[in-house]
Structures are given as C-alpha cells and as structure tokens.
C-alpha cells in the first residue's frame, strides 16, 4: 500500500470545533478518520488540517486547497467540505457554490489526488429559520452529490444522515456536533473510505428539554453573540490559521 498524506479542507464542522480536547483544542471527525486510517493500515499516516471556523466556500476552495497542494510532498488524500456558513447568509447564490466545488475537483483530479466530498451534518431542526437553513442545505447537497457522480468522486452525505439530526449528537449551540456528533462522522467516512466500522450512536437523552428558560439562555448564549458577529462583519475564524498546517505523523486511533 502507498503512504497515505491526508488533507483535511472546510470550516468549523472539518476543523472540529464542538468536540474539544482537555486544552480547549478542537479535535473532531477529521482527526479521528486520520487514526482511523493508521490504525486500519497499521503504519502512520501524514495529516494535515487546514479547515478553519466560520469560513466561507470560497476561500476553502482557494485559499485552503493552495495550501494542500502546495504541501511537500503533495497529499495522496484530501476531504472537502464547505458552503454551511454560506447558508447562514443572505442572498445565497447556490450555483456559485457549486460552480467554486466543481473547479476545486478539477484541481485535484488534475493533480491526481484523491477527493471525498462531504456534504454537512444537518443542523436546522433546533436553529431560528431552520426551515430555510434545510431547504438550501438539501439544494446544495443534491447538486454536489450529482457533482461527485459525474467525476466519478466518493461522496459521503451526512447531510440526510437522519440519525445525526437528534439532539445528542450537537452541541449547545445547536449548530456544531458535538463529540458524539463528529464520532458519527468519522465512523461513516472510515466505512467509505473501506475501513468499516459500526456506525457510532448514542442513546435517547429522555432528560433533554426546551423550555421557556432553556431556550431563552440559548439566544443569549449563542444567537444574540452570533447575530452580533455577522451585524460587525467579523467571524470566529478571522484569526484563526488551521491546526495542522503542515503534515502531522498520526500513529494510532485516539481514545475518545
């Protein structure tokens, strides 16, 4: 078998935020799936991530995949998520998305890597407007699904993953999985990627509740911080420069 160079491109859900280390850094699926992959092959596996929170489709597509290719040597495998933070905004121009995913593919097949693409986890059954959020997040997963197909490229849709939409896999943001949550990724991208292992999930939280108080700390919390944010034109990630920016030797699967 050939080394493995894994890069990871995306923003907060490829990044790992919501599954957070005893230090306060994120560790999450795509980490996992790089020891996934070590433990599999039983060798180490180089591992990059670039991802950063709160970015853009666009500069994932371009700035993040520069990065990757630029890498020495060049990755053998790269997993590519974005366009979450675009539907958050207004005025979403979904053909764009597509149309910035579909150059990206063309770059690495020309390049002769590996691509998987991934659609998001599905956030929008506890978010404010969570019915505009679903409804262009299954427009863009159907277009970049048929965008695989036709590249002949891995897709892994976690989007329509309805085991994941349940409560106990975010975090209290209701926008960001949670460790169980980027668990669940990981084991599905391993299984794709023909590593199988039982798909992670957890049990009903029968003790979970939304009541009046509950929900009211939430927008305090959470909404009101972030409408905050995108009212001054600033992002979480604005300083944020990726974890691994250069390869990462990962040996063996980490213990969650």
């Known amino acids: 078998m050939s080394p493995v160079r894994y890069a990871a491109l995306g923003d907060s859900f490829t990044e790992g935020v919501g599954d957070e280390l005893p230090d306060g850094s994120p560790r999450g699926w795509a980490d996992l799936v790089a020891a996934g992959l070590a433990t599999a092959r039983g060798e180490t596996v180089h591992y990059a991530n670039l991802a950063v929170r709160g970015r853009l489709l666009e500069p994932i597509a371009t700035t993040q995949l520069d990065a990757a290719l630029a890498l020495t040597p060049p990755p053998t495998l790269i997993t590519f998520n974005g366009g979450g933070n675009d539907m958050m905004r207004p005025g979403i121009d979904a053909a764009r998305l597509v149309e910035l995913t579909e150059r990206a593919v063309r770059r690495c097949l020309a390049a002769e890597v590996r691509l998987v693409l991934l659609s998001g986890a599905d956030p929008?059954?506890?978010?404010?407007?969570?019915?505009?959020?679903?409804?262009?997040?299954?427009?863009?997963?159907?277009?970049?699904?048929?965008?695989?197909?036709?590249h002949d490229l891995l897709f892994v849709d976690m989007f329509n993953d309805a085991e994941i939409r349940r409560a106990e896999y975010w975090s209290p943001d209701r926008l960001h999985l949670n460790a169980a949550?980027?668990?669940?990724?990981?084991?599905?991208?391993?299984?794709?990627?023909?590593?199988?292992?039982?798909?992670?999930?957890?049990?009903?939280?029968?003790?979970?509740?939304?009541?009046?108080?509950?929900?009211?700390?939430?927008?305090?919390?959470?909404?009101?911080?972030?409408?905050?944010?995108?009212?001054?034109?600033?992002?979480?990630?604005?300083?944020?420069?990726?974890k691994h920016r250069d390869w990462t030797p990962v040996e063996a699967m980490r213990h969650a």
């Open 181 to 242: 949550g980027h668990r669940r990724v990981a084991s599905v991208v391993l299984a794709a990627l023909g590593h199988p292992v039982p798909a992670h999930a957890v049990e009903p939280d029968t003790a979970a509740t939304r009541g009046l108080l509950a929900e009211a700390r939430y927008y305090r919390e959470h909404v009101l911080p972030w409408v905050n944010r995108r009212l001054r034109g600033i992002s979480s990630g604005d300083h944020e420069p990726g």
């Open 124 to 150: 929008s059954a506890r978010l404010p407007l969570g019915r505009v959020v679903r409804r262009r997040g299954a427009e863009l997963t159907t277009a970049i699904a048929e965008l695989a197909r036709r």
